[in-house]
């Protein structure tokens, strides 16, 4: 059993940045990919950014350029550097782990455990 436990959200206006954090209970599952997904109000989660377990980092095409993942395996942390936010960032974000295959692809079934979320709200 894997806990995550994100942080990090907040309000900003358009342009903005923020840096969320998810901090797992354990970061030993090698072979698998951890990834960040949102959810906004009424819209099905979304795959935002994955990072597989040698660092290669994948997006989707609304975050490209402006989200960063990373990880730093002797914290147990997975991070995403949100900048340039947009109204339509705007969601629960929720940090995933033991993802197989593409979890960006495949969807939220992907990934075994789930965080709580952190909020993300961006005004314009």
């Known amino acids: 059993q894997v806990q995550l436990v994100e942080s990090g959200g907040g309000s900003v206006q358009a342009g903005g940045s923020l840096r969320l954090s998810c901090v797992a209970s354990e970061f030993t599952h090698s072979n698998y990919y951890m990834a960040w997904f949102r959810q906004a109000p009424g819209k099905e989660r979304e795959g935002v950014a994955s990072i597989s377990s040698d660092g290669t980092a994948d997006y989707t095409e609304p975050v490209k350029g402006r989200f960063t993942i990373s990880k730093d395996n002797a914290k147990n942390t997975l991070y995403l550097q949100m900048n340039s936010l947009k109204p339509e960032d705007t969601a629960m974000y929720h940090c995933?782990?033991?993802?197989?295959?593409?979890?960006?692809?495949?969807?939220?079934?992907?990934?075994?455990?789930w965080g709580q979320g952190t909020q993300v709200t961006v005004s314009s």
């Open positions: 995933g782990a033991v993802c197989r295959g593409a979890p960006l692809w495949v969807g939220p079934t992907a990934c075994t455990y």
